[in-house]
């Protein structure tokens, strides 16, 4: 468990305090549990909310055996399919956004002003963005570059 926390919380590039603030939690008590001290249901649930996860992978007593801390690969693992199943989500989302939007602002300029052409714009510098965030969505995935990593270790 001790790995685990610390794993998620470095992966967020976030101190201890910063895990406090986010989680409710008090500095010390995010210490204990990554020294290896068990947490109680309370605290499995600020740091499941702070993690974006479920509470249950906080409460499973891990002791320092190799079958543990490939329990804890797997949940990495778990968790990371999890985010990348949420960011494909999100960039769908992205795209509808994109096409309701976009398919507005040129319907609204070709109807009101249709000898300048404006809309190519917003159509081109979103589509880089939302290009991006294809990308990161579904080619680059630093989370299971950081898991393959630790499994050969």
């Known amino acids: 468990m001790s790995d ?10 976030w101190t201890q305090e910063q895990l406090a603030d986010i989680s409710g939690l008090s500095v010390r008590t995010i210490q204990r549990i990554e020294k290896g001290d068990p947490c109680a249901l309370d605290t499995a649930q600020a740091l499941a909310a702070a ?11 891990v002791s320092q ?37 976009n398919a507005f602002l040129a319907t609204l300029n070709l109807i009101q002003s249709p000898e300048n052409i404006w809309f190519i714009y917003p159509l081109f510098g979103w589509g880089l963005g939302l290009a991006l965030h294809g990308v990161k969505a579904f080619i680059w995935n630093w989370e299971d570059r950081i898991c393959a990593y630790m499994q050969k270790k």
Request: glycine share 2%.
């Open 65 to 101: 055996t190799t079958e543990n801390d490939e329990d804890i690969l797997t949940q990495l693992q778990k968790l990371n399919e999890q985010r990348q199943l949420r960011r494909r989500f999100k960039f769908i989302r992205h795209c509808i956004t994109y096409i309701i939007i």
């Open 4 to 13: 685990l926390v610390k794993s998620l919380r470095r992966e967020k590039g």
């Open 51 to 61: 993690f974006d996860t479920k509470a249950d992978i906080f409460l499973s007593p």
